[in-house]
């Protein structure tokens, strides 16, 4: 077999080398590729790697190596930070475990890979037990953190300490990856070493700023209608008194800054437990895992949150946290007494001001689970992610086979969920505008036609 080399590799869902559109049907499965002579190398010298596995409390100890890999790493992940891992580590439901690759080439030991990675107590269905990220609900990204100079090599020593580990199960399950052209290229490749096989689904995009790309002083990519809206609705919100904008970094102030934030959020609609998300507050583990994350990785100056207030008060909240040259968007809330003054989109303009001023930051990640709400058109870049099932290589092939039949499933029918309510939502305001609808558009089932479906 000829091995393409990663930098002229295709990314599943471009029409060309490069990054492009994402097609959101795309599924990929990759069967395992043997040469005749065993496992199809990686190129190049083969670096002198050694693989761990270890806990979270042990991770947490491994600060200033930590630092080094995410300047060198090819993404940035927060949610892998060693706080945030044992944060998640105190709530999960299951065993967490902690993936380390060391370089050994050099005089000083140099860690080029971390992954967490959590087993959880409950089993499929098929009784299968599997590895999944990310390790908690609420962080939307599970992509290891990997040297960029040797991506393909780091993931396949992963994939192999796994399979070396006989406690562990053998398929990983990761929801909001990386879909990127360099991770996939290295996730091919360490496939091809490893002898398995992986599947990609539900391929997405979500919005990100890329704030090397724009000029500091660009502002919100938002219309010239919309920017006039926007500037009109600060004006008449300023009228009810003294508008202003904090940016918190101070441990201690962030500390009641977060507290801000939780109360205003559990005064809105995700305090109702509505079937779109629930406040943090309304269960206690999500509101720890918040607190230890946002005060751990405050304590080392990698997060900030920004409220816009009113006389004093918060009526919007944004925290964001950061881990080497990239910021996450984490979460947001408002006062909804204020709707109609959109104080959300006011500080989100405002955090996207800030955001592009700060010149040693390279991107900031939306966090959305999809492409859609009022970020979508307020940042113009994006990121592509996607979900996958990995078989490092000795996993049962009828376990592989079960867990992927219901990854798939699940998938198609939040797909259709989703694709159904977003054509009702456009009924229900053509009916409003007082335009007649077309029954035909805004069918969930676009792909059978009306004349199909009257003769049979």
């Known amino acids: 077999m000829t091995y393409i080399p990663y930098h002229s590799r295709p990314v599943p869902g471009t029409t060309s080398f490069e990054t492009g559109p994402i097609d959101t049907r795309l599924v990929v499965d990759v069967p395992p590729v043997h040469s005749g002579a065993g496992r199809s190398p990686l190129p190049g010298v083969i670096p002198p790697l050694k693989a761990q596995i270890t806990s979270p409390a042990e991770f947490i100890k491994l600060e200033a190596e930590w630092r080094e890999l995410v300047e060198r790493s090819l993404h940035p992940n927060v949610f892998m930070e060693p706080v945030a891992v044992l944060a ?57 953190v990997i040297d960029r100079a040797m991506a393909g090599h780091v993931l396949a020593s992963m ?66 209608n919309r920017k006039r809206s926007m500037d009109r609705r600060r004006r008449r919100l300023a009228r009810l008194g003294d508008l202003a904008v904090d940016e918190i970094v101070d441990a201690g102030d962030l500390a009641a800054a977060l507290e801000e934030f939780l109360a205003l959020e559990g005064a809105g609609w995700k305090g109702r437990r509505t079937a779109r998300g629930r406040a943090l507050l309304l269960d206690a583990d999500a509101a720890f895992y918040a607190r230890e994350v946002v005060q751990g990785l405050a304590a080392r100056r990698l997060a900030r949150l920004f409220v816009l207030r009113l006389d004093g008060r918060a009526v919007a909240v944004r925290i ?64 592509p992610v996607t979900s996958a099932l990995i078989n490092v290589g000795s996993a049962n092939l009828l376990h592989y086979s079960l867990v992927k039949g219901q990854l798939l499933a699940s998938w ?27 029954a035909r558009q805004y069918s969930p089932f676009p792909e059978v036609s009306s004349r199909r479906r009257d003769h049979r």
């Open 320 to 383: 964001v946290l950061q881990s080497g040259a990239g910021v996450f968007t984490w979460k947001s809330s408002y006062d909804e007494a204020l709707r109609e003054y959109s104080p959300g989109l006011l500080l989100l303009e405002d955090v996207t001001g800030a955001l592009l001023d700060d010149r040693a930051l390279t991107f900031a990640d939306s966090c959305n689970h999809h492409d859609e709400g009022y970020m979508s058109e307020f940042w113009h870049g994006r990121k």
């Open 159 to 224: 994939f192999e300490a796994i399979e070396a580990e006989p406690d562990l199960p053998k398929l990983v399950e990761l929801a909001h990856l990386d879909a990127s052209r360099g991770f996939l290229a290295a996730l091919e490749a360490a496939s091809l070493q490893q002898g398995g096989r992986y599947r990609l689904f539900d391929m997405r995009q979500r919005p990100e700023l890329g704030i090397q790309s724009m000029p500091p002083d660009s502002g919100a990519a938002v219309s010239k």
């Open 412 to 438: 198609q029918m939040k797909a259709l969920a989703r694709r159904a309510l977003r054509q009702m939502r456009q009924l229900a305001s053509r009916l409003r505008s007082g335009v007649g609808p077309d």
């Open 88 to 144: 998640a580590a105190a709530v999960c439901r299951g065993a967490l475990r902690v993936v380390l690759v060391w370089d050994d080439a050099s005089c000083t030991r140099r860690l080029v890979g971390a992954w967490a990675l959590l087993e959880p107590s409950t089993l499929y269905f098929s009784g299968s037990r599997v590895l999944v990220a990310p390790i908690h609900p609420h962080a939307p990204l599970s992509t290891p």
